[in-house]
């Protein structure tokens, strides 16, 4: 467990962190914890902390931004979590809803699902797999090539392309096999399959796929709820922590960083930091430097970097509707549900209230967020909330889950670059990373500092990773950064924590 933060020490040194989300908070407090004589300031543009990770509030009702479980195979954070927040066990219930029917989630090959897909596409499904592993696509060039490798064709155009070309808003062969390889590396068919056997026989494995695992940690009232006390740590550790501050600009100075901020005020503000951190977004980081020499082919990637925008409508019902819950089997328990469906634009839909009834504040009702992607400025972007609201209920209705007018309240959640994109210019980022690992103290971590699809933990790995480059002098050698790239970059992603639970 994680020691508490002592009496704050006397700071030296400064360092600037870029974003209040798991990536900035983890290094805001590991460096009040090293006690090394080195202040954190976080630079946060919103107004609560937790970044994606945050839990917003509307009346009393929490939305967690895109679904947050705790699960880590790495010792070190879970041991992080723990020290900071006592969170109770959840059984993960996820389906896939497709053909109007529930599909157990990661797709299993059981009874209930050969039953619903019907014998002509069971049957095209199996010669389909077969297919792809006796003839495999040598070179996967795309992430359909990836799913097709692991899925079959067949299975992979029932469950994974459609939901996957809603979530970027292009075809999935446009796609780097990148995304694939971090979000679902260890998973197929046969990973499926041994997976449904060790439990039958109740044997436990020490290397589980993130993705197939079936219990998490999670807080009472959203995972914000552990990133407003690491920032209370923070705070009280002697970092400070400046909310509704946005990035204008970020100049080299001869002893460090001075990042230009403007407040929510309208007036400007200049912090100065020996070292910066930067969670922020690595398009915007680029085109916010001062004082660096930035080569043209660097800025040419960074310009074209792509991101996915994420809209969440919150709706309170007081129950979901007859014909989903017969289709369900007359109880709905899932945590999230991936909506297939292609005649709806909702990607996926998450039950808040079955994440922890602490999540509604009425115990009477079904509090749920349906999950929108859109790219800044399109269509769908430029809805008004308003639109947005009876667009959700209208798709509800459409897939039977609520009964036309029986909603009681709604909001509108809107999170910008959300997702880091696998297109654009993201096959040269190559560029990009090392041009930044050349810039003396400014080291970027988190999901849009490092224009990775990271998970939270992978976030945190990262931002300790920094911070043990900085209190070991090696923030500014190319060399010994070139490590903090690989996490989340291979299977095996933390062989240290397999290690320590032995």
């Not at 010792?75 to 993960?92: F, H, Q």
């Not at 500014?476 to 290690?499: F, Q, S, V």
Request: net charge positive.
């Amino acid at each position: 467990m994680s020691s508490p933060v002592a009496d704050p020490p006397v700071s030296s040194k400064t360092c600037l962190v870029v974003g209040a989300g798991p990536a900035g908070l983890t290094a805001a407090l590991e460096l009040c914890r090293a006690h090394a004589g080195i202040r954190p300031v976080v630079i946060e543009m919103g107004k609560i902390p937790g970044g994606i990770s945050r839990t917003e509030e509307y009346h009393g009702n929490r939305i967690d931004i895109g679904g947050h479980r705790f699960f880590s195979k790495s010792r070190w954070v879970t041991d992080w979590w723990d020290g900071i927040l006592a969170m109770p066990e959840k059984n993960r219930v996820s389906r896939i809803f497709y053909l109007r029917r529930f599909f157990s989630y990661p797709v299993s090959l059981s009874i209930a699902t050969l039953r619903n897909l019907g014998l002509k596409r069971t049957v095209k499904v199996g010669f389909s797999y077969l297919r792809a592993r006796l003839f495999p696509i040598r070179q996967e060039k795309t992430l359909e090539d990836f799913m097709i490798n692991r899925f079959g064709r067949e299975l992979y155009k029932t469950f994974f392309r459609d939901y996957t070309e809603k979530v970027w808003g292009v075809p999935c062969d446009k796609i780097s096999p990148d995304w694939g390889a971090q979000r679902i590396k260890g998973v197929s068919i046969s990973a499926v399959l041994a997976d449904a056997l060790r439990k039958a026989l109740h044997v436990k494995s020490a290397h589980q796929e993130t993705s197939l695992i079936d219990r998490f940690l999670y807080p009472e009232k959203g995972p914000g709820q552990l990133w407003e006390k690491a920032a209370e740590l923070v705070q009280k550790g002697g970092g400070e922590i400046f909310y509704e501050s946005r990035v204008e600009k970020i100049a080299k100075t001869a002893s460090g960083w001075t990042v230009t901020v403007r407040k929510a005020d309208g007036s400007s503000a200049q912090l100065s930091g020996d070292f910066l951190l930067s969670t922020m977004p690595v398009k915007e980081l680029v085109a916010s430097l001062e004082g660096v020499e930035i080569p043209a082919t660097v800025r040419e990637v960074a310009e074209g970097l792509t991101y996915r925008d994420f809209m969440t409508v919150g709706l309170l019902v007081e129950r979901f509707a007859d014909p989903v819950l017969k289709a369900s089997g007359g109880v709905l328990p899932d945590n999230w549900i991936y909506i297939q469906e292609r005649d709806v634009l909702v990607g996926r839909l998450q039950v808040f209230s079955n994440w922890s009834r602490g999540m509604v504040a009425r115990e009477d009702c079904v509090w749920m967020g349906l999950e929108f992607f859109c790219n800044e400025g399109d269509a769908l972007d430029r809805k008004s909330d308003g639109e947005m609201k009876a667009l959700a209920e209208e798709e509800m209705v459409k897939l039977g889950f609520i009964a036309k007018g029986s909603v009681l309240d709604s909001c509108v959640i809107r999170q910008k670059k959300a997702y880091p994109a696998y297109f654009g210019t993201y096959a040269r980022f190559g560029v990009v990373q090392d041009y930044l690992d050349t810039l003396p103290g400014l080291i970027p971590i988190g999901r849009n500092g490092m224009h990775r699809y990271n998970n939270q933990d992978h976030s945190m790995l990262a931002a300790k990773a920094a911070v043990e480059l900085i209190l070991a002098g090696k923030a500014a050698d190319p060399a010994a950064r070139k490590a903090l790239w690989e996490i989340n970059a291979e299977k095996e992603y933390h062989e240290e924590g397999a290690e320590k639970k032995t």
